[in-house]
Each structure stands twice: as C-alpha cells, then as structure tokens.
C-alpha cells in the first residue's frame, strides 16, 4: 500500500495538472457553476478542484486519508475547504453537495 504522507512532496511536484479531457467531463458534465457546492473525494494535492473552482468559482471541499497531501492542497487555495477523512465516512449531512467526485 502506497504511504501518501510519505510521498506528498514528489507526488505534487509530478503532477500539477489535470487531464484535459477528464476535466472537460467534469465541468460539462456535471454543469458547475458558481452556485454549485462541490466535493472531490481523494482530492490528494487539490489538482482537480482548485481547477474546478477556478474555471467555475463553485463552492468547493476536498477530503483526502493524507494530511501531508492535504497541507500540499491547502498551499494552493485558501478559499477551498480540505479535510482530513475517507471516502467511506464523509462527514456531511445529506444533501450537502450537488456535485461529488473523485479521479
């Protein structure tokens, strides 16, 4: 199993950017838009959702296993809210999000 606390650094430094065609998918997809609350589950450094905010300015969390991945993702913006957690136990009410994803 791949410890992420231990490779935030490298891992972020190897991948900065989104995939353009999995990121088309996702704004138009799912038709982002400002009012939007939006979630990435394994958000990792933020790559996605700090594109996702700034191409939509939606209302935007993360949440990822690895608190050294997210002090990487909180680096990057401090307008998105990241949080130390798992996919299988998000700690949000219902109907917080009208769009969640995970890449």
């Known amino acids: 199993m791949i410890d992420y606390n231990k490779i935030s650094q490298d891992y972020s430094q190897h991948r900065q950017n989104v ?4 990121f088309e ?3 138009v997809g799912s038709r982002i838009d ?4 939006v979630l ?3 958000c990792g450094t933020a790559n996605y959702i700090t594109a996702l905010h700034s191409q939509t300015g939606a209302k935007c969390w993360g949440i ?3 608190e050294k ?3 990487v993702a909180r680096g990057r913006s401090d ?7 798992r996919g299988e136990q998000l700690d949000f009410p219902d109907g917080t ?3 969640i994803f995970t890449v």
């Open 97 to 99: 999000f009208d769009f």
């Open 40 to 42: 990435e589950v394994g």
């Open 79 to 85: 307008e998105i809210k990241f949080k130390n957690g």
């Open 19 to 22: 995939h353009p065609k999995v």
């Open 69 to 71: 991945m997210l002090s």
């Open 25 to 27: 998918g996702l704004v």
């Open 34 to 37: 400002d009012t939007s609350k």
């Open 64 to 66: 990822d296993p690895s």
